[in-house]
């Protein structure tokens, strides 16, 4: 199992949508989750983190997470065509303190 | 400067050269980390920095990558006797800590793009 898994898309979503995107994990301790967006040939960029249990919300985009249950997700509401990129989830295992594990991203298509 | 800078942007080389990537993070931030993305692909863990503790060498693909850290600020990786599945993207990341929770988000360079011909 890997430790962090996304599904690879591509995920198409009409204009004006919500986009979700999910994640799982396997590290039950694990301590703060992220979203990165990567648009193509450029580097990735940080967009939401959340620690706690629950959603967090910025804008656009919610983060959402389950610790229980070992999932965490980003909501994009209104979405545009400039949302179309590769948005990589991470996480802070409690087995690799120090590191952020990388999911393999999941390519999201916005269709006007 | 404002964010995490990488020179150069990007780098020709031929098989069997040694090439060397320079990144300076944030400063202030503590930890630096190197990824490897090649085409298409996900982000490999390379190395990581944390102050003044030994590096984290888990993610080095072969003896021919190293790395350094000079000063706890500005990065070297360096890549000996270069081969062409070494052709990738460079990215270079830090973060003003490392673990837990709050201040260890990770803060991307814009990259380095090796090419091994």
């Known amino acids: 199992q890997k430790e962090v898994e996304q599904n690879s898309g591509p995920l198409s979503v009409p204009e004006g949508a919500i986009a979700s995107l999910n994640c799982t994990y396997s590290?039950?301790?694990?301590?703060?989750f992220f979203w990165y967006r990567q648009y193509s040939g450029k580097s990735p960029e940080l967009i939401m983190f959340?620690?706690?249990?629950g959603d967090k919300e910025d804008g656009r985009f919610t983060a959402q997470l389950n610790k229980a249950s070992q999932y965490v997700s980003l909501l994009i509401r209104d979405s545009q065509p400039s949302d179309s990129a590769t948005y990589l989830c991470?996480?802070?295992?409690?087995?690799?303190?120090?590191?952020?594990?990388f999911g393999s991203g999941t390519r999201l298509s916005i269709r006007p | 400067g404002a964010g995490v800078s990488q020179s150069p942007s990007n780098k020709v080389t031929e098989k069997g050269k040694d090439v060397e990537l320079r990144c300076d993070p944030i400063?202030?931030?503590?930890?630096l980390y190197w990824y490897r993305q090649s085409l298409g692909q996900g982000l490999e863990f390379l190395i990581y920095?944390?102050?003044?503790?030994?590096?984290?060498k888990s993610g080095l693909p072969s003896d021919r990558f190293s790395a350094e850290r000079t000063g706890g600020s500005v990065s070297t990786l360096t890549i000996q006797r270069t081969q062409q599945e070494d052709s990738a993207v460079y990215l270079c990341a830090s973060s003003r800590l490392a673990g837990g929770s709050w201040g260890n988000e990770q803060f991307f360079g814009p990259g380095t793009r090796l090419t091994v011909l």
């Open positions: 590290d039950r301790g694990s301590q703060s």
């Open positions: 400063s202030g931030h503590t930890a």
């Open positions: 920095f944390q102050g003044n503790s030994a590096p984290d």
């Open positions: 959340i620690y706690s249990n």
């Open positions: 991470a996480v802070n295992p409690l087995s690799s303190a120090s590191k952020i594990i």
